[in-house]
T-cell receptor, first 113, second 110 residues
Framework: DVKVTQSSRYLVKRTGEKVFLECVQDMDHENMFWYRQDPGLGLRLIYF???????EKGDIPEGYSVSREKKERFSLILESASTNQTSMYLC????????????FGQGTRLTVV | LAKTTQPISMDSYEGQEVNITCSHNNIATNDYITWYQQFPSQGPRFIIQGYKTKVTNEVASLFIPADRKSSTLSLPRVSLSDTAVYYCLVEEDSSYKLIFGSGTRLLVRP
């Protein structure tokens, strides 16, 4: 059974902290994605990666960075967490081509206080 | 970048057929249309994908007219467990991005 695993389901951090959200997939997929989801706004793409050490900005990259040192792992980093980054964060992976399904993790609900 | 437009919400009753239409006026020749379903507190999951005419699987059917400027997801005989948000995506051939819109919130009532 295919799996995308996010390290935490719930996370509470303080303003100004550096936050790491980890995502691991076991399907040998080339593509990995980070989204945030807020009420009424759907899923918005933060960053994606199409290969190890490769990354591209999505629609809302400000305040975030990413790291992909190994194919199976894609990390989202909040350099200095702010309250407006309180959200649900979803990781996904998909094979190289665009015409296949993406698999999502369960999500991490991050609260910044 | 093909943008999609869907109704914000829809209501239905158990046992009815539900059709959710998505507009994608700027779809490119090589783009495919994909639908995802998302339950509360879960990540989206793939439902169906198509290029033209009709595609059917065990969960849903997807109808795409000849001009491909819209598509309709059809859910036969919905149940309460079909209450979810449904997203229509147009997958670009030249990009690996998956861009989601705001989706359609379907509420199935008893």
């Amino acid at each position: 059974d295919v799996k995308v695993t996010q390290s935490s389901r719930y996370l509470v951090k303080r303003t100004g902290e550096k936050v790491f959200l980890e995502c691991v997939q076991d399907m040998d997929h080339e593509n990995m994605f980070w989204y945030r989801q807020d009420p009424g706004l759907g899923l918005r793409l933060i960053y994606f990666s199409y290969d190890v050490k490769m990354k591209e900005k999505g629609d809302i990259p400000e305040g975030y960075s990413v790291s992909r040192e190994k194919k199976e792992r894609f990390s989202l980093i909040l350099e200095s967490a702010s309250t407006n980054q309180t959200s649900m964060y979803l990781c996904a992976s998909s094979p190289r081509t665009g015409y296949t399904e993406a698999f999502f993790g369960q999500g991490t609900r991050l609260t910044v206080v | 970048l093909a943008k999609t437009t869907q109704p914000i919400s829809m209501d239905s009753y158990e046992g009815q057929e539900v059709n959710i239409t998505c507009s994608h006026n700027n779809i490119a020749t090589n783009d495919y249309i994909t639908w995802y379903q998302q339950f509360p507190s879960q990540g989206p999951r793939f439902i169906i994908q198509g290029y033209k005419t009709k595609v059917t699987n065990e969960v849903a059917s997807l109808f795409i007219p000849a001009d491909r400027k819209s598509s309709t997801l059809s859910l036969p005989r919905v149940s309460l467990s079909d209450t979810a948000v449904y997203y229509c995506l147009v997958e670009e051939d030249s990009s690996y991005k998956l861009i989601f819109g705001s989706g359609t919130r379907l509420l199935v009532r008893p």
